[in-house]
Structure formats: C-alpha cells, structure tokens
C-alpha cells in the first residue's frame, strides 16, 4: 500500500481517520496494521495488500487456505498473531476458487473487451480521483493510471489484488475491500467504473452508493447481465433497459454513443480447451 493512500481511507465502521503502524517498508508499505482509533477496529496490510474488512476473522473464515498462506506470508510476530487469531472460524473455502479465477483473467488480458474498454476510456477526460470497483488484477486499473490523477482498485479477492500490487505506479493502489463497505468515507471521485460486477454485487446498492460518491463525473458500467446464478444470485437483477433507466432515476445521463445496448465480446480463458464468451453491454453515465 503507498503511505499517501492513507489519508483518503476511512474506517469502514465508524468513518474515522486510520492510524498506520509499518513493520515493513520498501518503497511502500508492505506490512503492517492501521487501526482505528475511535471503535479500534485493525486493518492488516500483508505483501503490500490492505485488508479492510469489517471483520478480518469472517473474510478468512471462508477462505482457510488463504489464512494459512497469509500467517506464513507476514514476518512481524505482531502481525502473525494477528492472523492466527483470527484463524478460527470454518466455512466453505473460496481461496481456491479466487485463485483459479485470477489464473483465468490473465489468460484472458488479451480478450477485446479490455482494448475496447480502454479506447472508450482514453477518450475522456483526465481525472483527478478514479476508482474501480471488482477491479480483478487490475487489467483496465493499471491503464486508468497512464492517464489520470489518482487511480484505486477494490476487490475483495487477496490473490486477485497480490497480482494487481506487482505493478508499482506511483498513483494507483488497491485495496481489499467489499465494495459495499465506505472504504473511502465521503470522498467524491471523478470518475467510477463497474465492469462485470453486476452479478455479483447487488446492482442496485451499489448504483445508488456509486451515484453518492458521483457529484460531477463520469460512470462506466459493462456488463453481460447473466444473472442465473442459482442460490447464490443476487436479489435484484437488472437488464439492458432498467438499468438506463435505474442511472437516470439517479441523476445521470447516458451517453450518446451508449445509448443503445451493445454486445462486446468478452471471452475467458477457462482452460486450454474451454472459452466463457459473453457478449456484454457497454455504459457511460454522466453527472454535470
Ligand atoms: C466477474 S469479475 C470482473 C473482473 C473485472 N472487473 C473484469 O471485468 O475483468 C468480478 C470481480 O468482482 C469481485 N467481487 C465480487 N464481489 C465483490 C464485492 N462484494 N466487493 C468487492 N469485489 C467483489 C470478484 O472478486 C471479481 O474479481
Ligand atoms: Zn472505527
């Protein structure tokens, strides 16, 4: 994590500033523990990854091999206690299904849907504050720092933000985060992206808390709308026609060009012998 991200992080419980302890620096921090003083919560930061989880024993509750990676992955014994401690709880593990997901998004940095996606996004303005939600390895992140201010990442995966933080760019950090959680207080930014979270992050929330963080900027959604996901689905789905709507009920407008429904392929590499070939819509919103 870069020192400078500190004083745009808030405390995902209360809202207040974080105090940061460092046991490892190189260039930035790659150990250590910020705390909150007001309620006390601690936010672990692990190989240069924060974690900023509302409740560190929960996150690792459903992914035990990754906590056993992570207690043999810090050095600080204040931070290997740390973990251990909060190694207790048993749930289904997603560690190994985060990490074949994060072996297939860099087999798929070649899919078109990235070089569209960036050509669409070299197109507008430079911004001082971007983030991106569900940002994976950073594919599009990484780009989105070439060109503007300030550029974070959100994910809730480790192995997907390990891979994203062996980029260094002095003006682009990722955080461990649920995107539903206020990692960023009442920060505005400039410009937002969502792309292929829908699914996954129920849509509606995370609209109406993107349009808060929006007062003037831009929105860039993509999405392949492929909602049937059995039990774990979420509550409210959105297609290509209310979700215009649901960005204009907000307050913005949709761009000409994106207007109508598109279909970009985007293909993933599963393995060598099986492709995923969505073809998903493509949106930019604007608030002015
Ligand atoms: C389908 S992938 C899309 C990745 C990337 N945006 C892209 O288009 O290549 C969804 C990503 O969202 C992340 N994710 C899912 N739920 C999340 C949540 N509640 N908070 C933060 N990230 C989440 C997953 O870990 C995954 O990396
Ligand atoms: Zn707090």
Redesign the pocket.
């Known amino acids: 994590m870069l020192q400078s991200s500190l004083e745009f992080l808030r405390c995902i419980r209360c809202g207040s500033k974080l105090e940061l302890d460092v046991f490892e620096f190189d260039k930035e921090i790659i150990e250590g523990i910020m705390q909150c003083k007001k309620c006390k919560l601690e936010f672990p930061i692990i190989q240069k990854v924060p974690i900023l989880w509302d409740d560190f024993s929960k996150y690792l509750s459903s992914r035990r091999i990754l906590g056993g990676k992570l207690y043999k992955l810090t050095n600080s014994s204040k931070l290997k206690d740390f973990v251990k401690k909060s190694l207790n709880v048993k749930d289904n593990d997603r560690s190994n299904l ?1 990490e074949k ?1 994060v072996r297939i ?1 860099q087999n798929s940095k070649t899919s078109k849907f990235y070089s569209t996606i960036k050509k669409n996004l070299d197109s507008l303005p430079s911004s001082k504050f971007v983030l991106e ?4 390895i950073g ?1 599009v992140t990484s780009h989105l720092a070439n060109s503007n201010e300030l550029v974070f990442g ?4 480790f192995s ?1 933000i390990q891979i994203a933080k062996k980029q260094f760019k002095k003006n682009l950090d990722y955080f461990v ?4 959680s206020p990692v960023f207080g009442k920060l505005q930014f400039d410009l937002v992206l969502a ?3 829908l699914e ?2 129920e849509p509606k929330i995370l609209l109406k808390l993107i349009s808060k963080q929006i007062t003037k900027g831009y929105f860039v959604i993509s999405d392949p709308y492929d909602f049937d996901r059995g039990p774990s689905s979420v509550r409210s789905p959105v297609d290509a026609s209310s979700l215009r709507t649901n960005l204009s009920d907000l307050g913005f407008k949709i761009s000409t060009s994106t207007k109508k429904p598109s279909f970009i392929p985007w293909s993933l590499k599963l393995n060598p012998r099986a492709t995923l070939n969505y073809k998903v819509d493509f949106i930019i919103a604007q608030k002015s």
């Open positions: 985060e997901w998004y939600y569900g940002c994976s594919i959100v994910d809730r995966s997907a985060a649920d995107s539903l792309l292929n979270v996954i992050i």
